[in-house]
Nanobody
């Protein structure tokens, strides 16, 4: 599975961005990670669409809860991250990741990243 992120950019604090990740194949479990300069990569949000409910299992880091929303459109193999009320501390390279199987503990496919800068 190849993953290609888009939608990053530079915004002022309080602004919004919507990241997209186009996958070459299907994956029911995907996530967004970010890495700021000099810091370790951290998980931002993840989604498990293998659960057939109207609201799929989602996870958010405490730092983005209430501001970011992850969603996935399996009809076109695209993962989204809607980011609102952006803060300077959200500045980082954002990566999309996917798992071959949801039961895997590690993501085994990664995109190249898209830069988000908040000033």
């Amino acid at each position: 599975v190849q993953l290609v992120e888009s939608g990053g950019g530079s915004v002022q604090a309080g602004g919004s961005l919507n990241l997209s990740c186009l996958a070459s194949g299907s994956s029911l479990c995907m996530g967004w990670f970010r890495q700021a300069p000099g810091k370790e990569r951290e998980g931002v949000a993840s989604i498990d669409t293998s659960i057939d409910t109207s609201s799929h299992n989602t996870y958010y880091a405490d730092s983005v809860k209430g501001r970011f929303t992850i969603s996935q459109d399996n009809t076109n193999n695209t993962l989204y991250l809607q980011m609102n009320s952006l803060k300077p501390e959200d500045t980082a390279m954002y990566y999309c990741a996917a798992k071959t199987f949801c039961y895997l503990t590690q993501y085994n496919y990664w995109g190249q990243g898209t830069q988000v800068t908040v000033s």
